[in-house]
């Protein structure tokens, strides 16, 4: 990949590696770690591989010129931008267009202090612009002409206040193992911003679990993106996830998909923990049956902390552990706990941060 801005930009760490040398020093550094050998290795698209990105806006009074600036590499002040190389097509025909026509208009340019992008691989683009004042009626009436001219939907947002101008989401289709799945995804939602490799971390889960009979069990589900597609090779699924709109996401995409064995519920990890025990009872659950299921199967994909120690001690009650992570740091701490009891049968890489340090890991764990 070229970029002017490698070693000025702070977005990408491993600028001075070109991509299969950067990749391959992540996955020493793994296996140097791990002491594993056997890792299954995905790649991501070389450039142009981020759905998502959000970038300052400069405002250069003398030239009277907005541009979109980036944390230097020395996080020392900004570096000026005009293009980015691992964003999206569709998020870089955006950005200057967007540029061209936010300065023509006082009302859109006044304070305008970030703009967010959400891509999708159908080719659609969420923008939301931020601002240091309030916006109001005034400015959504000339936002909404802006989404005409680009051809985009369109939030506004200032401290307390959300203007939704066209639509708040943007729909997505994922392709795995040969079949095509459909999402929502809510511009305040979490989302995985490599949809190449994130189709890949899919399939490699669902390619090793075999048709079961019994229950499948997933923390910190998000809006369905692992859990419905895994949903297939089980009887029926209990998920979970703390966000209230992120179980409403989640539900949503179960209709676009025709998918009709799942629970959401909204619980943590540790309320989750405490229900199944029996230890307390929660009115989010009057409507499910915890004794009718039968877990062979959890699922985590946990923040960058890992799993708390209550939750660690909890998934060890399954014969079957599957382990997303985005901090190796942690993983390799959780699974120093975990290999006592559990045998590791699949060990994978996906590089979802390309030209950075960052690289997720999945674990598919078996009791001995």
Request: glycine residues 4%; hydrophobic residues 35%.
């Amino acid at each position: 990949m070229i970029c002017d801005y490698f070693g000025k930009c702070g977005s990408c760490t491993l600028h001075d590696m070109d991509y299969e040398q950067q990749l391959d020093y992540k996955v020493q550094a793994i296996k140097e770690r791990f002491l594993v050998h056997d890792i299954d290795i995905f790649r991501s698209p070389k450039q142009q591989f981020r759905y998502r990105g959000e970038f300052r806006i400069f405002h250069d009074w003398e030239k009277d010129r907005l541009s979109y600036a980036m944390h230097t590499l020395e996080h020392k002040g900004l570096v000026q931008i005009n293009s980015c190389s691992i964003v999206s097509e569709s998020i870089n025909k955006a950005m200057q267009k967007l540029l061209v026509e936010v300065h023509k208009n006082p009302i859109l340019k006044e304070r305008l202090f970030a703009v967010e992008f959400l891509s999708s691989t159908t080719g659609e683009v969420l923008i939301t612009l931020i601002y240091h004042k309030k916006i109001d009626h005034v400015w959504k009436n000339e936002a909404l002409l802006l989404a005409k001219t680009l051809g985009i939907d369109l939030i506004g947002r200032s401290r307390g206040i959300k203007i939704v101008v066209t639509k708040e989401y943007i729909d997505e289709q994922l392709s795995i193992l040969d079949k095509t799945y459909h999402f929502r995804l809510f511009d305040t939602g979490f989302t995985q911003p490599n949809p190449s490799v994130n189709q890949q971390m899919i399939g490699w889960v669902k390619k090793h679990i075999s048709l079961q009979t019994t229950d499948f069990l997933e923390l910190y589900c998000g809006h369905g993106n692992f859990t419905i597609p895994l949903s297939e090779r089980f009887h029926k699924v209990l998920a979970t996830e703390v966000s209230k709109h992120s179980i409403k996401s989640a539900v949503e995409n179960c209709t676009l998909n025709g998918t009709e064995n799942i629970d959401f519920i909204r619980l943590s990890s540790e309320e989750l923990t405490e229900a199944l025990q029996y230890k307390r009872e929660f009115n989010r659950l009057k409507h499910i049956t915890l004794k009718a299921y039968h877990f062979s199967h959890i699922f985590v994909d946990p923040p960058r902390a890992g799993l708390d120690m209550q939750t660690l001690n909890f998934v060890q009650n399954y014969e079957n552990i599957i382990y997303i992570s985005c901090n190796p740091e942690t993983l390799y701490r959780d699974l120093e706990i975990l290999k006592k009891r559990f045998e590791i049968e699949r060990f994978a890489v996906f590089d979802q941060f390309a030209y950075t340090k960052h690289i997720e890991c999945g674990v598919i764990l078996k009791r001995k």
